[in-house]
């Protein structure tokens, strides 16, 4: 169950952004569960960093982390990495 109840607030730490973002409850839960720091970049430079690195990667099929459907990644289902749909990161980031 989620432990984290509200938003955090970070700033992207990438210096050309430096912008505000939030972590959403269920985001920060996840990295909680997995011992994982939460992310220093917001999520349209985590994004850039996905699109450049995809070229030189393989894709796996898997599921989207929030709505479960079937999507394809650079990270397999295994990763600790939350991974969503297109439809739901823009949801997300919003
Ligand atoms: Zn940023
Ligand atoms: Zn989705």
């Keep these: ?7 955090i607030k970070l700033i ?7 912008k505000e973002f939030i972590v959403i409850p269920q985001e920060a839960t996840f990295y909680e ?3 994982l720091p939460l992310p220093d970049h917001c999520p349209s430079c985590r994004h850039k960093q996905r699109m450049a690195l995809r070229s ?7 599921t989207c982390d929030k709505c479960k459907n ?5 990270y397999p289902q295994e990763a600790p990495y939350l991974v969503y749909c297109t ?6 980031i919003e």
């Excluded at 169950?1 to 938003?7: A, C, D, I, K, L």
């Excluded at 992207?12 to 430096?18: H, K, M, Q, S, V």
């Excluded at 079937?70 to 650079?74: D, E, I, K, L, Q």
Aim: charged share 25%; glycine share 2%.
């Design 87 to 92: 439809n739901c990161f823009w949801e997300n």
């Design 70 to 74: 079937n999507m394809v990644s650079v």
């Design 12 to 18: 992207c730490t990438n210096a050309e952004c430096g």
């Design 33 to 35: 569960q997995k011992k």
């Design 1 to 7: 169950m989620s432990t984290v109840q509200n938003p």
């Design 56 to 62: 030189e990667r393989q894709l796996y099929k898997r």
